[in-house]
Nanobody, 126 residues
Framework: QVQLVESGGGSVQAGGSLRLSCAAS????????MAWFRQAPRKEREFVAA????????HYEDSVKGRFTISRENTKNTVYLQMNSLKPGDTAVYYC???????????????????WGQGTQVTVSS
C-alpha cells in the first residue's frame, strides 16, 4: 500500500500561483503513475492531471492546460502540481492519487487510482 500526503495549499488572489506537493511512502515510487484530482464544494471529484512513472508522459484536464504543470522527482518520492494564472473556479480541495497497478494508463477515471491522499485546500479569490 502507498501513503500519500499533500501540502502547499492555501489562499491566493486570482492570477496568482501555488505549488502543491505530494509525498509518497510505502511502495517504490518510481514504478507507478501519479495524478492530481480536485473537488469543489457540492461537486464531484474531477481529474486535473496525471504523469507516468518516469515523467515521460502527462495529460491534463482541458480547463487547466497551459496553466498547470504536473511533475515528479522520483529521488524524493514526490509529485508536484504547479498552478499558475489561478482562477476562482480553481477553488477546491486538491487530492493526489497513485495508480500502483500501472506505469501509465492515460486515463482520467477515479477508479483507476487506488491510493489517495487526504487533500489540501486551494482557495482563489477574485
Amino acid at each position: 500500500q502507498v501513503q500519500l500526503v499533500e501540502s502547499g495549499g492555501g489562499s491566493v488572489q486570482a492570477g496568482g500561483s501555488l505549488r502543491l506537493s505530494c509525498a509518497a511512502s510505502g511502495r517504490a515510487f518510481s514504478t507507478y503513475a501519479m495524478a492530481w484530482f480536485r473537488q469543489a464544494p457540492r461537486k464531484e471529484r474531477e481529474f486535473v492531471a496525471a504523469i507516468s512513472w518516469d515523467a515521460g508522459k502527462t495529460h491534463y484536464e482541458d480547463s487547466v492546460k497551459g496553466r498547470f504543470t504536473i511533475s515528479r522527482e522520483n529521488t524524493k518520492n514526490t509529485v508536484y502540481l504547479q498552478m499558475n494564472s489561478l482562477k476562482p473556479g480553481d477553488t477546491a480541495v486538491y487530492y493526489c492519487a497513485a495508480d500502483t497497478l500501472s506505469y501509465y494508463r492515460g486515463t482520467t477515471g477515479l477508479d483507476d487510482f487506488n491510493s489517495w491522499g487526504q487533500g489540501t485546500q486551494v482557495t482563489v479569490s477574485s
